[in-house]
């Protein structure tokens, strides 16, 4: 389906729940751009003259900055981590200022584009067996790996997430709606999504 206004759906996620296969749906569904691992791949495009290499730069996506090594010169940070979030956040301030229409997945985009009144804001999760399971499925691992992986890359959100917001990430007072897919499954919770942000797209033409 094809949106006349404004709509930005902000879809924080944990490890394993499914959040980024609902994601794909719900961009299929409005008909809207994705933006999540290939963030840093749209931003070196649009600064071709500044030469970015996005591969070289991914190994820092989504991570807090190390403060044992970083430091500020005059404003500027020497933290690759923290130069990538904020060049993030300014990338999804600028598109979402310009009236454009996406999918954003992590990135604190619940948070940085806060007050903007074509928002959506969404927290995917997941019981444990389940999110072990998929994870365990999909990446070819043993459950206790998949645990494992879980466990870190789970942490690696938050301290991300917590180091630059004021709120706490899967705080579900933070979003419009926390869901968790174990009750439903992808299908019918992307279902349920669709019919929330049709309802939620309903009031804001009103």
């Not at 963030?39 to 996005?54: P, S």
């Not at 996406?102 to 619940?110: A, D, H, N, P």
């Not at 804001?121 to 790996?145: C, P, T, W, Y």
Request: proline content about 1%; aromatic content about 8%.
């Amino acid at each position: 389906m094809e949106v006349k206004q404004q709509l930005i759906i902000s879809l924080g996620r944990e490890f394993g729940s499914g959040g980024h296969e609902i994601a794909d749906k719900l961009a299929e569904a409005f008909a809207l751009p994705l933006y999540d691992n290939n963030l840093l791949r749209e931003i070196a495009e649009h600064n071709e003259h500044k030469r970015l290499d996005y591969k070289r730069l991914e190994k820092y996506d989504e991570l807090p900055k190390r403060k044992l090594f970083s430091r500020k010169i005059k404003g500027f940070s020497n933290s690759n981590e923290e130069n990538i979030a904020q060049m993030q956040f300014d990338f999804i301030r600028e598109k979402a200022e310009k009236g454009e229409s996406f999918v954003i997945v992590g990135r604190c985009s619940e948070t940085v584009l806060k007050g903007n009144k074509a928002l959506i804001s969404i927290f995917i999760n997941a019981d444990q067996e389940d999110k072990v399971l998929r994870v365990s499925k999909r990446h070819g691992i043993s459950k206790s790996e998949a645990v494992t992986l879980i466990r870190r890359r789970n942490i690696k959100r938050k301290h991300y997430h917590n180091y630059y917001c004021d709120s706490k990430w899967g705080d579900s007072r933070n979003y419009d709606i926390s869901v968790n897919t174990s009750r439903l499954g992808t299908e019918k919770t992307t279902e349920l999504l669709i019919h929330f942000i049709n309802e939620r797209l309903n009031r804001m033409s009103d």
